[in-house]
């Protein structure tokens, strides 16, 4: 990190970074320090620094270059459990498409995480209004004030908007790769793009007692490709062969029966 985008008091008349600053930012996973960019990492620092117990901070910034909002959500971890999939269903109910993910926990339990959306109710920019409604609703999720399957009950105008069939014949398919990563047992999902499906997939995944490091969301046509690099609850990659099977069957059997389902269903 350039000490010269950080606040200009952090950095010292050397261009150092005091050692409490160094220490914070050793406590990032890697992919955050590497992918994240300097001026980003630094207003990350200062909500940070100022995040209190049971609180919930949801910040939205619309992007015009790219027309699309980011949303990021600080917490610790211990206060929001279940927050990807909480805050991935808070975005779908809102009618947002979640293009894709930064998961990131501090080795101290701070929640770092990102998620780059298309609001297809607005062309062009996105009113300050509508990204705080929406950032309201992510914490309220959170915080247990709402839960998903009611916020989805109150926003079902989304669901009636996408009623036609795939437009391709592809098949579900899940994918888990133990090698590719040092540290994480990687999930591909290839299934058919609808309402709702990231949540019903993360929620599995949180389940089956699974940490989500990083997601990767992409969409082909009607179908997407989703990539979640994921921890056992003792932070290291599933090595049994027996839970890899049931990591897959589960998921698949997941993903058929919601895309069974009736468009503009709940989930639960």
């Avoid at 437009?167 to 290839?190: A, E, G, H, K, Q």
Wanted: charged share 25%.
């Amino acid at each position: 990190v350039r000490a010269a985008v950080l606040p200009f008091e952090s950095a010292g008349d050397d261009g150092k970074l005091p050692n409490g600053i160094r220490q914070r930012l050793d406590t990032f996973p890697p992919h955050y320090l590497s992918t994240t960019p300097p001026d980003r990492i630094a207003a990350d620092l200062a909500i940070i620094g100022n995040l209190q117990p049971g609180q919930v901070v949801v910040k939205g910034k619309y992007e015009s270059e790219t027309d699309t909002v980011e949303y990021r959500v600080f917490a610790f971890e211990r206060d929001v459990k279940g927050c990807f999939h909480r805050t991935c269903g808070a975005l779908s109910a809102k009618r947002l498409e979640i293009l894709s993910a930064q998961i990131s926990t501090t080795s101290d339990g701070v929640v770092v995480d990102g998620f780059r959306v298309l609001d297809n109710d607005f062309d062009g920019t996105v009113p300050e209004e509508r990204i705080d409604e929406v950032a309201e609703s992510v914490r309220n999720t959170l915080l247990g004030k709402i839960d998903v399957p009611e916020l989805f009950q109150r926003h079902r105008r989304y669901n009636a908007t996408r009623t036609s069939g795939p437009l391709s014949n592809l098949p579900t398919r899940v994918v888990v790769d133990n090698r590719s990563s040092d540290r994480c047992t990687i999930i591909d999902v290839f299934a058919h793009d609808r309402p709702a499906l990231l949540y019903t997939i993360a929620r599995m995944i949180y389940q089956m007692d699974l940490s989500v490091e990083l997601a990767k969301i992409a969409t082909h046509l009607d179908q997407v490709v989703d990539v979640f690099y994921v921890t056992g609850l003792d932070g290291r990659k599933v090595e049994d062969e027996g839970r890899l099977q049931y990591i897959r069957d589960e998921l698949t059997a997941t993903i058929v029966e919601f895309t069974r389902q009736e468009p503009g269903c709940v989930p639960v």
